[in-house]
């Protein structure tokens, strides 16, 4: 995959140089085409700060959503907090439109049930759509260890 995504970036870096570009142009361009590539073969683009052993993400869970959550995929909102602070979550991008993102997070709580949250990336904080138990499609596609 990773190889396929470089051979395609380098390949379109390639024809677009054209004959007169200078040297340091074609290099410029190649080691461009390389991180590119690197970006976009790895399938998944992290939305949310690195979590460190303290972070705290400042979570808006509505109660409509928590009635949710809890009735129709049996999560609680102490899951949510665990899985969003996992130093090992992804996140990949949902919908772009609009000035706020949408993200798919993967994360593990404490107990090791992984979970997969649909979260509006808000500038101060998340406000959380939807939590249910991880998929294992969803758990590949972010890449999740």
């Given at each position: 995959?990773?190889?396929?995504?470089?051979?395609?970036?380098?390949?379109?870096?390639?024809?677009?140089?054209?004959?007169?570009?200078?040297?340091?142009?074609?290099?410029?361009?190649?080691?461009?085409?390389?991180?590119?590539?690197?970006?976009?073969?790895?399938?998944?683009?992290?939305l949310l700060p690195?979590?460190?052993?303290?972070?705290?993400?400042?979570?808006?869970?509505?109660?409509?959503?928590?009635?949710?959550?809890?009735?129709?995929?049996n999560v609680r909102?102490?899951?949510?907090?665990?899985?969003?602070?996992?130093?090992?979550?992804?996140?990949?991008?949902?919908?772009?439109?609009?000035?706020?993102?949408?993200?798919?997070?993967?994360?593990?709580?404490h107990a090791g049930?992984?979970?997969?949250?649909?979260?509006?990336?808000?500038?101060?904080?998340?406000?959380?759509?939807?939590?249910?138990?991880?998929?294992?499609?969803?758990?590949?596609?972010?890449?999740?260890?």
């Amino acid at each position: 995959m990773i190889a396929f995504g470089l051979l395609f970036v380098l390949l379109v870096a390639v024809v677009w140089l054209g004959p007169e570009n200078t040297f340091w142009q074609a290099v410029f361009l190649a080691a461009l085409a390389v991180a590119i590539g690197l970006w976009i073969s790895t399938g998944y683009w992290s939305l949310l700060p690195s979590a460190d052993k303290n972070w705290e993400p400042n979570v808006i869970i509505t109660a409509e959503i928590e009635d949710k959550i809890r009735r129709k995929h049996n999560v609680r909102p102490q899951e949510v907090h665990q899985a969003l602070a996992d130093p090992k979550r992804r996140s990949r991008p949902v919908m772009s439109e609009g000035e706020n993102p949408v993200a798919l997070v993967v994360g593990s709580t404490h107990a090791g049930r992984k979970l997969t949250m649909i979260v509006i990336l808000l500038p101060d904080s998340l406000y959380l759509v939807s939590a249910r138990t991880a998929r294992a499609r969803e758990i590949a596609e972010v890449h999740y260890e």
